[in-house]
């Protein structure tokens, strides 16, 4: 758990959390940056980076720091809270040299091109000028023609949408007008928009508790908006630390909301505990991050909602990490990446330790957008063996995840990233980084079931809108002891029992065109003791989850599962269905929007599959395939369909 501490009067914290949700989010491809961070990035002093924006190919970086030096370099400079640099190279902008007397917590840029600066401060190059500012992105010049202004309080974000500019923190006035919490201005002049009067209060009941709006996030097409912080009424609406405004018209407060950020955390250390929100690329959903220890809430988690949902709603999918803080997120390009002081994702089953089905993430992860679940993406934020004398090898917090032109960058209060010394701040960068495609079930509706025939051996039959063609047994040299088997797009999961154990392990192997199973790798995901994936009767995968059957349980489960870095789902669900006694099934496979399925009695049946559906399978409605014959027998775990 992390242990609070007074940042410049703020405090932060987040977690993560599967949810038993009807919306089944469509397949989407992903892109993941490099985990090996550039090694160009200036090294930061004392304090922390809390925000980029990006003019030009120039990056603008600030935060709490007290000294500047380039990559490599032996002296610090005095620049202090706020410094730009080429986006290539790291080299500093010698001509940029704005003055502030304190920190800078929020970066934005104009429509016009302009620097506008939020945070902290009161003088901004000699003048009063609190907690707001436009500058000159070349010199750091205060542009004067620029009217927007706060009137004491911390100014902690702010977010540009057109030519509206968004602005939420610790505020009650703004441009000599009453907001609290939250204003909108015109961006190009630093107007206030007097039509925006959506106003946040009541600090929630715990110690060490004051009103703030922590984050904001403005969905792409610009007509929804989403604050997180510690307030717990928004214009006369009960709305406990998270408000959805309409701002696709006059703003509104949405008939939006959630429980799941009402009940106390660890209340005393944390007063509030949603901390930092952001939307897909295309808007259809938000993420929200949050610390607070553990509670009856989504307490030291990430969660997804939908962004069209609307009444009282719950998220689609939530992964929590054991009781550890995230602090900062980015939703972007199909991925959710986190930061913050943790140690493990998908470890709704550890307290403060690894529980079952806990992965390893030490400060930075990537989550698969789809369900929640941990990628193969890893970077740590550790430096390693490269910390110098004066460095902070680990604090409690990373500030900022911004998507830049060029990469992902993190803003921290440490000096290490990716087994480096990075002081404060470091990109990944999207050279070097991946695309992920879709995986998924075999799609079509004529192709080939496989069914186990002893070892090394399949049983293939041709198979057709519901009929089945001549079977052919086929040699599989690689496959032993197999049981539940499944495919994901090129790849073949499936469990085997290991002599001298009654768990097993699941292997994964690549499935080719011809139909052969090739040799198999251990899925680092499941092969642990944690998931005995020998017990399954039968499995399939379909969109971002693996359903599965057990000899002793009259149920349809199903995990989370993702194919990059192959990892399950620490929490088992249970759909709602009627009449099939799933303890009888053994061997099941997805085809054309039907379970195919064989059975103890050795026949082989169909029915209709909706996991969105109030009810996912009727089994009134199954028909029956084939029985057993002398050849072929439908009693088997392993059984799957392919299209080849």
């Not at 799941?260 to 250390?269: E, I, L, Q, T």
């Not at 550790?382 to 902070?392: E, I, K, R, V």
């Amino acid at each position: 758990m992390l242990v609070p501490a007074a940042v410049t009067g703020l405090t932060v914290a987040l977690t993560a959390i599967p949810a038993n949700a009807v919306y089944v989010p469509p397949d989407a491809a992903a892109a993941l940056t490099s985990p090996n961070p550039v090694d160009y990035t200036p090294q930061a002093q004392n304090g922390s980076m809390r925000a980029f924006a990006q003019i030009g190919n120039t990056v603008y970086a600030g935060g709490s720091f007290t000294g500047i030096k380039p990559a490599g370099a032996s002296n610090w400079t005095s620049l202090s809270y706020l410094v730009a640099y080429d986006a290539g190279t790291g080299a500093l902008r010698t001509g940029f040299t704005p003055s502030l007397d304190n920190s800078v917590q929020t970066l934005a840029v104009s429509p016009d091109g302009k620097l506008i600066v939020g945070g902290n401060f009161r003088t901004v190059n000699g003048v009063e000028r609190r907690n707001l500012v436009e500058l000159d992105p070349n010199s750091g010049a205060t542009i004067d023609s620029w009217v927007g202004r706060g009137d004491g309080g911390v100014v902690r974000r702010a977010v540009v949408s057109g030519n509206f500019l968004y602005v939420a923190g610790a505020f009650h006035w703004v441009n000599g007008t009453q907001h609290s919490l939250l204003a909108r201005l015109n961006a190009t002049t630093g107007q206030i928009d007097a039509s925006f009067q959506v106003d946040a209060e009541g600090a929630r009941p715990y110690d060490n508790s004051s009103e703030l709006v922590w984050a904001l996030a403005v969905a792409p097409d610009g007509n929804t908006v989403v604050a997180t912080g510690n307030f717990t009424v928004v214009n006369g609406e009960d709305r406990d630390q998270v408000v959805m405004i309409d701002t696709s018209g006059l703003p509104t407060v949405a008939d939006w909301h959630t429980d799941r950020y009402v009940a106390a955390c660890y209340s005393n250390a944390f007063p509030f505990y949603a901390r930092d929100v952001d939307f897909a690329d295309d808007g259809s959903y938000f993420a929200i991050a949050a610390d607070g220890g553990r509670g009856d809430a989504y307490c030291d988690a990430i969660a997804r909602f939908e962004t069209a949902d609307r009444g009282a709603v719950t998220a689609t999918w939530v992964d929590y990490t054991g009781t550890d803080s995230v602090t900062s997120l980015e939703v972007a390009d199909g991925v959710v990446y986190v930061a913050g002081h943790f140690r493990w994702l998908n470890n709704a089953n550890g307290n403060d330790s690894k529980g079952a089905g806990g992965v390893d993430r030490y400060g930075f992860g990537a989550l698969d957008g789809g369900n929640g679940l941990p990628m193969a993406w890893n970077p740590g934020r550790s430096p390693g063996n490269q910390l110098p004398a004066d460095g902070t090898e680990w604090g409690p917090i990373v500030w900022e995840l911004w998507k830049g032109s060029n990469g992902l960058y993190a803003g921290f209060d440490s000096d290490g990233a990716g087994n480096e010394y990075h002081g404060r701040q470091a990109l990944f960068p999207t050279a070097g980084g991946r695309n992920v495609g879709v995986a998924d079930a075999p799609q079509g509706s004529s192709g080939y079931l496989y069914l186990g025939a002893g070892d090394q051996h399949l049983t293939k039959v041709p198979y057709a809108d519901g009929v089945l063609g001549s079977p052919t047994v086929t040699d599989q040299p690689n496959l032993t002891a197999a049981r539940a088997t499944f495919p994901v797009s090129n790849r073949l999961y499936w469990a085997q029992t290991t002599s001298g154990s009654s768990r097993g392990v699941l292997n994964a192997s690549l499935f080719s065109g011809s139909g052969q199973v090739g040799a198999p790798w251990e899925s680092s995901g499941f092969n642990t003791a944690w998931f005995n994936a020998t017990a399954l009767t039968g499995a399939f995968f379909l969109q971002g989850r693996m359903y599965y059957t057990l000899s002793n349980s009259n149920a349809l489960y199903y995990r989370y599962f993702t194919n990059d870095g192959s990892i399950v789902g620490c929490t088992q669900f249970s759909l709602p269905t009627t009449g099939v006694d799933w303890r009888t099934v053994r061997g099941m496979a997805w085809v054309d929007g039907n379970i195919v399925y064989g059975s103890t009695d050795g026949s082989l049946r169909s029915v209709h599959f909706d996991p969105a559906a109030a009810t996912a399978v009727t089994g009134s409605s199954a028909q029956v395939i084939a029985t057993a014959t002398t050849d072929t027998t439908w009693d088997k775990p392993t059984l799957f369909f392919e299209t080849s």
